[in-house]
């Protein structure tokens, strides 16, 4: 009994370590790649998939791997999305994996890697499927023929291809409001027949419905609730407006043209599949679960017309203070060096938080940086550039609505934004805390592009110089400043310091900045870096 169960096991095995030859040897043996080996919980396939071992998935397959075999954990897709495993699911998903098949316990391979915490994976998972029409059809077809089988392959093979770029994406959590799969991410069973041991989630004619898994009523926020009181900015993503809602005073950021929006927000709006209606439902839950003193607090969501109402930030975004000091002498002789420092110690703590939660921004600058009255400043628009994408839920697609004055040369590469490229976003944002002025001023958005790809910066003033900078003056630690700010936007990223790094230093010269006479006096002599 032994031996058979070592035999039994062995083309799992070798499945596991990704072995391409043992598989194919089995097979030419007389294998079944259907059978479910107990002592691993699965089928070579689902086995091959936990490992995202591409190269044996795609030799099974050939070799009559069935993609929607199931078994109490669900299908080859469940068992990728299990261990977030991107190739897999792109290639299975190529295959004709149904998305919509579900395991024992109800959840499809999307809850699967939501309740994991891979919203990056879960959205991939959603458009992907989308794309290619298999949860609409799914629902009419699915009792027939238990799965998309060859004709989805086909059809899927046809379409965009593997998304490399999403391979290695930080994965952001998206928590959910109870234990045990109930909540926002989870969505009610209608029961249909399947054969399976796993089955099938009946996703019904709305298309929209079905390939939005999260139920936004737990933060839905009615807009005719909100006493709009007049637009406060415009942004890369839309307007944003002042307002109060229940006697509170909140922002509220209209995603898209606020017109176009209040057209669609008659009854017909429920249903509408745009992709920036279905992003923002699946940001939600992740955007309800920041809870830091220097993260823009969100409040809930507005369903139509689309957009996000946040706390109020009576200062407005750093941008506008720094314009304001520019302008007027008594702002600007309230921006002293201590109190700058404890700005960019605020961003950096909001950022470092991020990052811990495994959210990169994409999109950060002084104008998505708030200040409240109290000038503690908070990191705002952290997840508007997945919301907006489009049909691309694709983590390296950040160049669409993204102002390049703040980009690291390597997205500007079309690279996947990372931790790293936020860091270069802060530097220039360091920057801008010591001049006060737009990065590369008017110069042309193509101009700029070329001239930080070619490794240039912002022009950087000589210790000579420093007395001609804005505010109450410099300080002891400027040449720290300057060095920091030139490490962070270091065109290698693996030179970048991480925000653990740069809020250490920072807090090093805000001592400097104390012992100088609250952070304005001159120093007695100003070094290079």
């Given amino acids: 009994m032994g031996q058979g169960a070592s035999a039994e096991a062995a083309p799992c095995q070798a499945a596991v370590r990704g072995d391409v030859a043992a598989v194919e040897q089995w097979l030419k043996a ?168 796993v089955g099938q989630r009946p996703l019904g004619v709305l298309r929209s419905n079905a390939s939005c898994m999260v139920d936004i009523s737990p933060w839905e926020v009615k807009w005719e609730d909100l006493r709009k009181q007049g637009s406060i900015g415009e942004g890369a ?34 249903l509408l599949s745009s992709p920036t209606l279905q992003n923002l439902r699946l940001e939600c839950g992740l955007m309800a679960s920041m809870r830091h003193p220097n993260v823009v607090q969100f409040l809930g969501v507005c369903a139509c017309p689309p957009a996000i109402v946040t706390e109020y930030c009576g200062r407005g975004s750093l941008t506008s203070v720094l314009q304001e000091g520019l302008k007027s002498p008594q702002k600007a002789a309230q921006l002293t060096w201590q109190r700058r420092l404890r700005m960019a110690i605020d961003a950096a703590k909001g950022m470092l938080y991020l990052h811990k939660r495994g959210i990169v921004h994409r999109d950060l600058k002084s104008p998505n940086l708030l200040v409240d009255s109290s000038w503690v400043v908070k990191v705002a628009d952290f997840n508007l550039s997945k919301v907006t994408e489009g049909a691309a839920l694709n983590p390296s697609s950040t160049m669409g609505n993204v102002n390049p004055r703040w980009l690291a040369p390597e997205i500007l590469e079309e690279h996947p934004a990372t931790c790293q490229s936020d860091v270069y976003a802060f530097g220039v944002t360091m920057w801008e805390l010591m001049t006060w002025r737009l990065p590369w001023g008017d ?87």
């Fill in 237 to 270: 993503f839309g307007a944003v407006y002042k307002a109060v809602w229940h006697e509170t005073q909140v922002a509220v950021k209209v995603v898209g043209e606020l017109q176009r929006a209040q057209e669609m927000a008659g009854p017909e709006a429920q």
């Fill in 443 to 529: 110069t042309q958005i193509w101009t700029i592009m070329g001239q930080i790809m070619s490794g240039n910066r912002p022009p950087v003033p000589e210790p000579a110089a420093f007395s001609k900078l804005p505010g109450p003056g410099p300080f002891p630690g400027l040449p720290a400043w300057i060095g920091l700010m030139q490490r962070c936007w270091h065109q290698d990223p693996g030179q970048r310091p991480d925000f653990a790094a740069i809020i250490a230093q920072l807090r090093e010269m805000q001592a400097l900045a104390a012992a100088s006479q609250g952070g304005g006096a001159a120093p007695k002599q100003a070094t290079g870096t």
């Fill in 30 to 197: 007389g294998g079944d790649p259907n059978a479910v080996h107990t002592s691993l919980k699965g089928t070579a396939l689902q086995v091959a998939a936990r490992g995202d071992h591409v190269e044996c998935l795609e030799l099974l397959l050939r070799n009559g791997a069935d993609v929607n075999r199931a078994t109490e954990e669900g299908t080859a897709l469940h068992a990728a999305a299990s261990r977030c495993c991107h190739r897999a699911v792109n290639l299975l998903l190529r295959w004709g994996a149904n998305p919509a098949a579900t395991n024992a316990a109800g959840m499809t391979a999307a809850d699967l890697a939501a309740n994991l915490g891979y919203a990056n994976l879960a959205r991939e998972i959603l458009q992907k499927a989308d794309d290619q029409e298999q949860l609409q059809g799914s629902a009419a077809g699915a009792a027939g023929s238990g799965g998309l089988g060859a004709a989805g392959a086909e059809r899927a093979g046809s379409g965009s291809g593997e998304d490399g770029g999403s391979q290695g994406s930080t994965a952001a959590p998206l928590p959910l409001a109870a234990a045990g799969g109930s909540g926002p991410q989870s969505s009610q069973l209608l029961s249909e027949g399947s054969s399976d041991s």
